[in-house]
């Protein structure tokens, strides 16, 4: 059975950057779809990047769009998701999540589709 854990989370700075880290265990990696959401206090979780079982394919949210970039390295079984440009509102815990799938070119941000999910990272940025 998978498990998640991030890390990378922090206290950073208006226009600062961050690289969060997802690390699977438990399975080998390759056959799963990775995605990364958010969740802001009193908001609902979104989905803001999501990346094929073969890195092929990467999907945004439009808001995050030429900001974020999310990467995996399936041979160490990890997981990215890089946030350039931080503002205040991108203050959320991060989560990354996944499901193994038989499709290369598929992936989604839509937070049902996901089976497993780590426990979280915070993201704070402020001044």
């Known amino acids: 059975q998978v498990q998640l854990v991030e890390s990378g989370g922090g206290l950073v700075q208006p226009g600062g950057s961050l690289r969060l880290a997802c690390a699977a265990s438990?399975?080998?990696?390759?056959?799963?779809?990775v995605g990364w959401f958010r969740q802001a206090p009193g908001k609902e979780r979104e989905g803001v990047a999501c990346?094929?079982?073969?890195?092929?394919?990467?999907q945004y949210l439009d808001s995050v769009q030429g900001r974020f970039t999310i990467s995996r390295d399936s041979g160490k079984n990890l997981a990215y998701l890089t946030i350039n440009s931080l503002t205040p509102e991108d203050s959320a815990v991060y989560y990354c999540?996944?499901?193994?799938?038989?499709?290369?070119?598929?992936?989604?941000?839509?937070?049902?589709?996901?089976?497993?999910w780590g426990q979280g990272t915070q993201v704070t940025v402020s001044s």
């Open positions: 990346i094929t079982r073969g890195a092929r394919m990467v």
């Open positions: 438990g399975v080998d990696w390759t056959d799963y779809v």
């Open positions: 999540a996944t499901r193994a799938t038989y499709s290369d070119g598929f992936c989604t941000l839509h937070r049902l589709f996901f089976t497993t």
